[in-house]
């Protein structure tokens, strides 16, 4: 089992900026991917960004890319999304998944565990 805890939501005004964090425990070593899905009320959720274990450069969504960066402290097994420029779109409760998936990070079905997720709420 993965156990995951998401902290850093808060309400901020748009141009703001926030950083998530999200503390993995458990059979992490399981896994091959961390990520940032997103979902706002009445849409569906959406991957945001991703990184694999072993190396490589996160992956990021169409409509983040440039404004968030994902880095990970593996020390700490904790995984962070610093989010720059936000704007009233990007208003959604953020969570954080661990799977072993394949190269389609953004599938939410490929990832097995999941935190409960951090409300972020960006006013205009």
């Known amino acids: 089992q993965v156990r995951l805890v998401e902290s850093g939501g808060d309400s901020v005004q748009a141009g703001g900026s926030l950083r998530l964090s999200c503390v993995a425990s458990?059979?992490?070593?399981?896994?091959?991917?961390m990520a940032w899905f997103r979902q706002a009320p009445g849409k569906e959720r959406e991957g945001v960004a991703a990184?694999?274990?072993?190396?490589?450069?996160?992956y990021y969504s169409d409509s983040v890319k440039g404004r968030f960066t994902l880095s990970q402290d593996d020390a700490e097994n904790t995984m962070y999304l610093q989010m720059n420029s936000l704007k009233p779109k990007d208003t959604a409760m953020y969570l954080c998944?661990?799977?072993?998936?394949?190269?389609?990070?953004?599938?939410?079905?490929?990832?097995?565990?999941w935190g409960q997720g951090t409300q972020v709420t960006v006013t205009s």
């Open positions: 998944a661990a799977g072993h998936v394949g190269p389609a990070w953004y599938r939410q079905g490929d990832f097995g565990y």
């Open positions: 458990g059979s992490i070593y399981s896994t091959n991917c």
């Open positions: 990184i694999y274990f072993g190396g490589g450069d996160p």
